[in-house]
Structures are given as C-alpha cells and as structure tokens.
C-alpha cells in the first residue's frame, strides 16, 4: 500500500476490516470478556457494515454490541494497515444520533430484561 494514498474511512474502511484475515487477533486481551468473536474489528466492521447497507437496524441490540470496542482498541497497533477501527467504529456509532425509545422502555421492562449487555446466550446450562 502506497504512503501517499487517501486514508480509507466510512464504509470503505469497514469492508477492508470485514474481509481482512485478522492478524490483529494476537493483540486482543486474554481475559473473557474480550474473548467474544463479537468484540473484534473485523466483526464490528460487519456490524457497521449492515447497518450502512440497511441489513439491521439501529436498534438498542445493535448499538450495544457498536459500544464494544475494548478489544478493537488493544489491536489498532497491531494492524498491519495501521487502520484505527474502534475509532471509525465509535464515530459510526455517534453519528447514529440518540438511539430511538423502545416501546415499554422504563421500570418494569417486561421479557427483554433478561439477556443483559451481553445478549443471547450462545449456550450454557439452561
């Protein structure tokens, strides 16, 4: 890749990211909470990706599994393209403006309340 050529951003730096074979892995944290396929660049990329092309939705769920950029962050000195996803990712974010009220949002939300931030379970003892 040329020195002088424009940064990629926006959507453009996201499908790089997305395709990439991801040898920023090495430098994400070890410890569990990092350790969710969910929380790297690449996946983040599709994410933002999906929501660019209107394939999801801006929704709490979505915006939510955007605000995970710990993991992205550790690997940005790692990145062979010198790409700075996390960031890109959490501007992305905020350029959604306020997340939209959900229907009986408040006290007493009802069914939804009990996945927690970290979404679905994707196994476990049930």
Do not use: K, N, W
Not at 58 to 78: G, I, K, N, V, W
């Amino acid at each position: 890749m040329s020195t002088d050529a424009a940064p990629l951003e926006g959507r453009a730096l996201f499908l790089y990211c997305a395709c990439c074979p991801t040898p920023c892995r090495r430098a994400m944290p070890t410890d569990d909470a990092a350790q969710h396929e969910a929380c790297t660049p690449s996946s983040l990329s599709m994410i933002a990706l999906a929501v660019i092309d209107g394939q999801l939705a801006p929704d709490a769920a979505t915006r939510a599994a955007l605000a995970r950029t710990a993991a992205a962050r550790a690997c940005r000195a790692a990145c062979p393209y010198g790409f700075d996803v996390a960031g890109a990712v959490e501007a992305f974010a905020a350029g959604l403006g306020p997340a939209p009220a959900a229907a009986g949002a408040g006290a007493g939300a009802g069914a939804g309340a009990g996945a927690g931030a970290g979404g679905p379970s994707t196994g476990g003892a049930r």
